[in-house]
């Protein structure tokens, strides 16, 4: 690991308070709010933008997915492309073939750009699809993707809260999966995000993320600039370069599932799988 890089792991570490580990992973006790982008300022928007979200959104995120005016000019195929370096189309298709037509499936944050349209149309009219998004504003862009799918709906809620995945009565998902979404999260929060969705699937599912992931080979010039990106305008980010995303289910649940990883972009990005094969015990 590069001094650069070192360094922004130092920075990273002293604005979370983390425990030891435990089993290979960490567990977040708080975060601070010195975690914060410098991009992040005070903005007066309409309450119905602002209602329930998180702090940590409003804090940091207000920006890029909160704010309006700025969310209808990011969400857009292209800067997908440009921000994920030109990375996001392939973790798309790998996301996307990990789905069946006529499966029943759910995505955990709303993404900008072409991903939910497509993969709507992915699943087909014999399928059922779900999008869950915590900001008001994204479950309405969600919601324009997919208003010609009526296979298709969206939920405003915490992903954090189980049965906003999964609600109440309704039978396990296929597919549940995640794009680009854990790394913007507390630390706290990805370990609920993950189980949450681990426990969502039905026997034979399966649960995908797309991440971040590191450090990036010595040859990828992301390696030595990354970190203070990160530091500057995703200060949770990091987290991806040193833990596992399978360090953070619980134990009972890792078990539960087959895992696998394939990483892109020079390691700088990541799309793990884990498949419910859940063994009974009698």
Request: aromatic residues 12%.
């Amino acid at each position: 690991m590069s001094r650069l890089t070192r360094l922004a792991f130092q920075i990273y570490h002293r604005k979370t308070k983390l425990t030891p580990k435990v089993n290979g992973s960490f567990q977040a006790l708080t975060t601070s709010t010195v975690a914060s982008s410098p991009l992040a300022r005070p903005e007066v928007l309409d309450a119905r933008f602002t209602k329930d979200v998180p702090s940590y959104m409003t804090d940091i995120y207000t920006w890029a997915y909160v704010n309006p005016t700025n969310v209808r000019l990011l969400d857009n195929q292209y800067i997908v492309d440009t921000l994920l370096f030109f990375n996001a189309r392939v973790l798309e298709r790998e996301v996307i073939s990990r789905l069946e037509p006529g499966c029943k499936a759910i995505q955990v944050g709303h993404t900008h750009g072409h991903l939910v349209p497509q993969t709507a149309m992915k699943i087909g009219p014999k399928g059922n699809f779900s999008v869950v998004d915590v900001t008001p504003i994204q479950a309405d862009h969600a919601q324009e993707k997919v208003q010609d799918f009526p296979w298709c709906k969206v939920r405003l809620g915490d992903a954090c809260i189980a049965e906003n995945i999964l609600p109440k009565g309704e039978v396990p998902h296929d597919v549940a999966y995640a794009f680009m979404i854990l790394h913007e999260v507390p630390d706290d929060r990805k370990y609920q995000i993950v189980n949450n969705m681990l426990q969502s699937v039905r026997e034979g599912g399966r649960v995908v993320w797309a991440e971040y992931h590191g450090p990036p080979y010595w040859y990828n010039p992301t390696r030595y600039f990354m970190p203070f990106i990160f530091n500057w305008l995703e200060p949770f980010a990091l987290r991806m370069w040193d833990t596992e995303i399978e360090s953070f289910a619980s134990e009972n649940l890792k078990k539960q599932f087959t895992w696998s990883k394939t990483v892109y972009g020079g390691n700088l990005y990541q799309v793990v799988v884990a498949e419910n094969r859940q063994l009974s015990t009698l």
